[in-house]
């Protein structure tokens, strides 16, 4: 069975500070992978997809960026956080033919003071 | 272009009773549709799916939707409610063509079920 791991769960960091968010996915080959961001009292927001290794689509212009350096690795960062950057990051997989629902991880928890 | 419009941003009910979760589509072509159910701090888990075959479609932990064309919906229901119910629920509609579908979610529906 197929299964999504991403983490850390929580995170707190400083203004100005890096970022590294970390999504894997076993159990399948690939996939597409999507980062999405769920701010409160906001819906989700998609902030990447790829289809595969090194094909990143940005939907939203930000200080984020992606990568997927392997196949079932999928990477959110940033050089210099936001206060605007808190909030609660998902990452997700499909199958790649349609109609295919997307899997969710765990999500990760990020504040930025 | 297509929208998804969640009619309730909360729904209370008691342990017991029926739950209705409202959603409304808009879509130019035949969507797929899906709903998910966020507990708090988690990733969303997906319900069910509707993807143009039988119109009433069955989920997990008793839930079940229809798909009604005529009226644009994809409502949300289950017989009787259970306190581990309690989430935030999101209906998405997907529309096809490509092999990334791209996903438009509702604003979400908080269900609170008192004992």
């Known amino acids: 069975s197929q299964t999504i791991h991403q983490w850390p769960a929580t995170l707190v960091q400083p203004v100005g500070s890096p970022l590294s968010l970390e999504c894997t996915v076993e159990?399948?080959?690939?996939?597409?992978l999507y980062w999405y961001r769920q701010a409160a009292g906001r819906g989700l927001q998609l902030l990447f997809y790829s289809v595969g290794i090194g094909q990143i689509s940005s939907e939203v212009p930000q200080n984020l960026s992606a990568s997927r350096p392997q196949d079932r690795q999928f990477i959110l960062s940033s050089k210099k956080l936001l206060l605007s950057d808190s909030g609660f990051y998902l990452c997700a997989w499909s199958v790649r033919l349609y109609p295919s629902p997307l899997h969710f991880g765990n999500g990760t928890r990020l504040t930025v003071t | 272009a297509q929208s998804v419009t969640q009619l309730d941003s909360h729904v209370s009910v008691s342990e017991g009773t029926p739950v209705l979760l409202r959603c409304n589509y808009s879509?130019?072509?035949?969507?797929?549709l899906f709903w998910y159910v966020q507990h708090p701090n988690k990733g969303l888990q997906l319900l069910l799916k509707y993807t143009s075959a039988a119109t009433l479609v069955k989920g997990i932990n008793g839930f079940e939707a229809e798909f009604k064309k005529s009226e644009t919906s994809f409502h949300l229901t289950k017989p009787s409610a259970h306190m581990s119910d309690a989430a935030e629920y999101f209906c998405v509609v997907s529309l096809g063509g490509t092999s990334y579908g791209k996903l438009t979610f509702g604003q979400g529906t908080i269900l609170t079920v008192h004992p």
């Open positions: 879509s130019s072509y035949s969507p797929s």
């Open positions: 159990g399948t080959s690939n996939p597409n």
